[in-house]
């Protein structure tokens, strides 16, 4: 009987099990986590395949993401089964992987620690999280039979772990009520493991004790060995990713979104490598990376290209990387297609949605290279490439004519201007692009209007080399790079304002790879400012129609700039604005970025098209957005997807235009 003093309150430990059967036990679990490891090293072995480095090495950022990452989980909050599930499994496996380590501690150590008010407390804990996990069990394998969404990876393995795992908690209560049956506790306290008390209640009840015994050892041996195979098939089954997840979630270099890693010359020049044609290529970090995956298929949710119907998957770019790198084999052409690689648009909502933070643009960015290198790359984009190169800007117009935008404008220039505050990057899209010259004129105007201390570069600009570094074209990147910093410095520029998102992400998160520090504001912040100052205003009266807004990736995924464009448009106090569905941060792509502009695609897998019919369901009559790319791949989807022929699409600078009244300084700018 036990005691009915709280403080000196406990249960046995092996009471009954003879000392044979524990010294049995404890070699199976030394085994089973012997063949843990063991596996571990095989895949240690693997990611050693890959080039040395690419971890990030500070400690202290480690520790901030796996708190944020792993511990608080904080990609995988959502309102869906599949993350309650989860929350489910991930807490009760973390509470009694705890708890029964505690345990151990306290029997094998040398203070018995696990009695009184603490022994209380944990049964409690165990029994509420036990219950927590088979929930979890039962709704995961619910979800894998009735409902589960096509992009989730699936095989006979899962309902295999699923199974272990639902055994495994089925069979600690089951042990859990025979000890209480068999050693007769006292009711007061029995009710502390409320689970075991239950089932003892109602399910064991007439039992005799010599039989309890009997079936809690055999039920106890049930338990052992089911946790002894859940250890050593870790490494073969989904559950990998609790190991490899935390792993990559810690050591992924830390770098903003938008920026890409440099290709050093030097090394090419030692390795003879341009990008990633063998697995081996990949570094390490990035090979680590690939097992992390466990197939939950968030990426493949949210990719536009998936969406649109093109041949890229980014959980299959993972998946089959992981194969080649497990099974060997030809990687382009082969496990990677060409055409899924030039699929891309880099918009990096696979890399924001990931919850063990795999870098699938990197991944795609290095097998790019390769291919750029190898001269596979070939029609209008390899194009593009070339007139940045000889032109200095994807349209192949001459570099002198950057100035065909401001005409009648008297736009100041670094020459006529040279103690400007702020240097107008007008970007090649504005500058040549005859739809876009309207956004630089609208944007300019505004500028004058607001009383900045501005000027533009004129035929000293040319491609910031967005497109080609997107496309894999590293070192045509460099060269523009390495020439606008000169630029840049000679005209001792401090702050940037620019129309444009991309040129906005390259000069603010990759110039500084180049040496180029600047202060970088997209016209949105700029803009806001400006109306929030009074320098301008945005009388949503002056059109009332309804509104809506399309971000930008590169300006609100990327950069994080999602308030300011909807200052811009005064959406807060405009009862005609819309928002859609997706949007802010969580925007969905237009369908131009990653070099995709420069590339030809069938009309029926645009992405702008599904973008445009999103928008047409808000009801808006104006789509407005803040990216030059953007403005042309949603003008083009509204032209092509029915109900959008009379949406109008604009840039939030000529709204804004739009609304402004005339004042005594600047007259009545009237461009739009
Ligand atoms: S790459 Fe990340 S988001 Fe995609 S399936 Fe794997 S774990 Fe899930
Ligand atoms: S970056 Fe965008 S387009 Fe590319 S794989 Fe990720 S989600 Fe898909």
């Not at 195979?229 to 990998?240: D, E, K, M, S």
């Not at 290209?305 to 080649?324: C, E, H, N, Q, Y």
């Given at each position: 009987?036990?005691?009915?003093?709280?403080?000196?309150?406990?249960?046995?430990?092996?009471?009954?099990?003879?000392?044979?059967?524990?010294?049995?036990?404890?070699?199976?679990i030394?085994?089973?986590?012997?063949?843990?490891?063991?596996?571990?090293?095989?895949?240690?072995?693997?990611?050693?395949?890959?080039?040395?480095?690419g971890?990030?090495?500070?400690?202290?950022?480690w520790?901030?993401?796996?708190?944020?990452y792993?511990?608080?989980?904080?990609?995988?909050?959502?309102?869906?089964?599949?993350?309650?599930?989860?929350?489910?499994?991930?807490?009760?496996?973390?509470?009694?992987?705890?708890?029964?380590?505690?345990?151990?501690?306290?029997?094998?150590?040398?203070?018995?620690?696990?009695?009184?008010?603490?022994?209380?407390?944990?049964?409690?804990?165990?029994?509420?999280?036990?219950?927590?996990?088979?929930?979890?069990?039962?709704l995961?394998?619910?979800?894998?039979?009735?409902s589960?969404?096509?992009?989730?990876?699936?095989?006979?393995?899962?309902?295999?772990?699923?199974?272990?795992?639902?055994?495994?908690?089925?069979?600690?209560?089951?042990?859990?009520?025979?000890?209480?049956?068999y050693?007769?506790?006292?009711?007061?306290?029995?009710?502390?493991s409320?689970?075991?008390?239950?089932?003892?209640?109602?399910?064991?009840?007439?039992?005799?004790?010599?039989?309890?015994?009997?079936?809690?050892?055999?039920?106890?041996?049930?338990?052992?060995?089911?946790?002894a195979?859940?250890?050593?098939?870790?490494?073969?089954?989904?559950?990998?990713h609790?190991?490899?997840?935390?792993?990559?979630?810690?050591?992924?270099?830390?770098?903003?979104?938008?920026?890409?890693?440099?290709?050093?010359?030097?090394?090419?020049?030692?390795?003879g490598?341009?990008?990633?044609g063998?697995?081996?290529?990949f570094?390490?970090?990035?090979?680590?990376?690939?097992?992390?995956?466990?197939?939950?298929?968030?990426?493949?949710?949210?990719?536009p290209?998936?969406?649109?119907?093109?041949?890229?998957?980014?959980?299959?770019?993972?998946?089959?990387?992981?194969?080649?790198m497990?099974?060997?084999?030809?990687?382009?052409?082969?496990?990677?297609?060409?055409?899924?690689?030039?699929?891309?648009?880099?918009?990096?909502?696979?890399?924001?949605?990931?919850?063990?933070?795999?870098?699938?643009?990197?991944?795609?960015?290095?097998?790019?290279?390769?291919?750029?290198?190898?001269?596979?790359?070939?029609?209008?984009?390899?194009?593009?490439?070339?007139?940045?190169?000889?032109?200095?800007?994807?349209?192949?117009?001459?570099?002198?004519?950057?100035l065909?935008?401001?005409?009648?404008?008297?736009?100041?220039?670094?020459?006529?201007?040279?103690?400007?505050?702020?240097?107008f990057?007008?970007?090649?899209?504005?500058?040549?692009?005859?739809?876009?010259?309207?956004?630089?004129?609208?944007?300019a105007?505004l500028?004058?209007?607001?009383?900045?201390?501005?000027?533009?570069?004129g035929?000293?600009?040319?491609?910031t080399?967005?497109?080609?570094?997107?496309?894999?074209?590293?070192?045509?990147?460099?060269?523009?790079?390495?020439?606008?910093?000169?630029?840049?410095?000679?005209?001792?520029?401090?702050?940037?304002?620019?129309?444009c998102?991309?040129?906005?992400?390259?000069?603010?998160?990759?110039?500084?790879?180049?040496?180029?520090?600047?202060?970088?504001?997209?016209?949105?912040?700029?803009?806001?400012?400006?109306?929030?100052?009074?320098?301008?205003?945005?009388?949503?009266?002056t059109?009332?129609?309804?509104?809506?807004?399309?971000?930008?990736?590169?300006?609100?995924?990327?950069?994080?700039?999602?308030?300011?464009?909807r200052?811009?448009?005064?959406?807060?106090?405009?009862?005609?604005?819309?928002?859609?569905?997706?949007?802010?941060?969580?925007?969905?792509?237009?369908?131009?970025?990653?070099?995709?502009?420069?590339?030809?695609?069938?009309?029926?897998?645009?992405?702008?098209?599904?973008?445009?019919?999103?928008?047409?369901?808000?009801?808006?009559?104006?789509?407005?957005?803040?990216?030059?790319?953007?403005?042309?791949?949603?003008?083009?989807?509204?032209?092509?997807?029915?109900?959008?022929?009379?949406?109008?699409?604009?840039?939030?600078?000529?709204?804004?235009?739009?609304?402004?009244?005339?004042?005594?300084?600047?007259?009545?700018?009237?461009?739009?």
């Open positions: 009987m036990i005691a009915l003093d709280v403080n000196t309150t406990t249960r046995e430990v092996f009471g009954n099990i003879a000392p044979w059967m524990r010294v049995v036990f404890f070699i199976m030394a085994a089973s986590l012997g063949v843990l490891a063991w596996q571990v090293l095989a895949h240690v072995r693997q990611w050693r395949k890959g080039r040395p480095g971890f990030e090495r500070d400690w202290r950022v520790l901030e993401r796996l708190t944020v792993a511990l608080a989980q904080k990609r995988v909050h959502k309102k869906s089964l599949g993350a309650l599930l989860h929350l489910l499994l991930f807490s009760g496996f973390l509470v009694l992987t705890i708890g029964t380590t505690l345990l151990g501690i306290a029997y094998d150590g040398p203070y018995y620690f696990h009695h009184g008010w603490y022994y209380l407390i944990y049964e409690l804990t165990m029994d509420v999280f036990g219950v927590v996990f088979i929930l979890g069990c039962l995961a394998m619910y979800r894998r039979a009735f589960r969404k096509p992009s989730l990876g699936h095989n006979w393995r899962d309902w295999w772990l699923l199974g272990i795992l639902l055994a495994l908690g089925i069979t600690g209560f089951a042990v859990e009520a025979l000890r209480m049956h050693t007769q506790v006292e009711p007061w306290l029995a009710h502390w409320t689970v075991g008390w239950m089932i003892d209640r109602t399910m064991l009840r007439g039992i005799d004790i010599e039989s309890a015994k009997t079936m809690h050892l055999v039920t106890w041996w049930l338990h052992t060995i089911l946790v195979g859940f250890f050593a098939t870790i490494p073969v089954n989904r559950f990998l609790v190991i490899t997840g935390p792993m990559n979630i810690a050591t992924r270099p830390e770098r903003p979104m938008g920026a890409l890693v440099p290709l050093k010359m030097e090394t090419v020049e030692e390795t490598l341009i990008g990633v063998q697995i081996g290529d570094n390490r970090q990035q090979l680590l990376s690939l097992d992390a995956c466990m197939e939950c298929g968030r990426c493949e949710d949210v990719c290209a998936t969406a649109s119907g093109k041949p890229l998957s980014p959980k299959f770019i993972v998946t089959d990387l992981r194969g080649v497990a099974h060997g084999g030809e990687l382009h052409g082969v496990a990677i297609n060409p055409d899924t690689l030039w699929s891309c648009t880099m918009c990096q909502a696979c890399v924001q949605e990931c919850p063990v933070l795999i870098g699938h643009v990197d991944l795609i960015s290095d097998m790019r290279r390769y291919l750029v290198g190898e001269g596979k790359l070939s029609g209008p984009p390899a194009r593009s490439l070339q007139q940045i190169g000889n032109q200095g800007n994807p349209y192949g117009k001459p570099n002198g004519e950057r065909a935008w401001a005409e009648g404008l008297d736009v100041p220039t670094v020459e006529s201007n040279p103690d400007f505050e702020y240097l990057w007008v970007g090649c899209a504005a500058s040549f692009d005859p739809r876009a010259q309207k956004v630089a004129r609208a944007t105007q500028l004058k209007k607001g009383g900045v201390n501005f000027a533009v570069l035929k000293e600009e040319t491609c080399g967005d497109p080609a570094r997107r496309i894999g074209d590293e070192f045509l990147f460099q060269e523009r790079a390495t020439t606008n910093v000169e630029t840049l410095g000679r005209r001792q520029v401090k702050k940037i304002v620019t129309a998102p991309h040129c906005h992400n390259t000069l603010q998160n990759e110039y500084p790879q180049f040496g180029g520090q600047y202060e970088v504001q997209h016209h949105s912040t700029l803009l806001a400012e400006l109306i929030e100052a009074g320098h301008l205003t945005n009388d949503t009266a059109d009332g129609e309804p509104i809506t807004l399309h971000d930008p990736c590169y300006l609100a995924r990327v950069n994080g700039i999602v308030d300011a464009p200052s811009v448009l005064g959406a807060e106090k405009d009862e005609q604005y819309r928002e859609m569905p997706r949007c802010g941060k969580k925007t969905f792509c237009c369908g131009a970025g990653g070099g995709r502009m420069w590339f030809e695609e069938p009309p029926a897998q645009r992405v702008s098209n599904l973008r445009a019919q999103e928008a047409i369901a808000t009801g808006a009559q104006t789509l407005a957005t803040g990216c030059p790319f953007c403005l042309n791949m949603m003008s083009d989807g509204m032209a092509g997807t029915k109900g959008g022929e009379n949406v109008k699409v604009l840039d939030i600078a000529e709204v804004l235009l739009s609304r402004q009244r005339p004042n005594k300084s600047s007259g009545a700018p009237t461009d739009v």
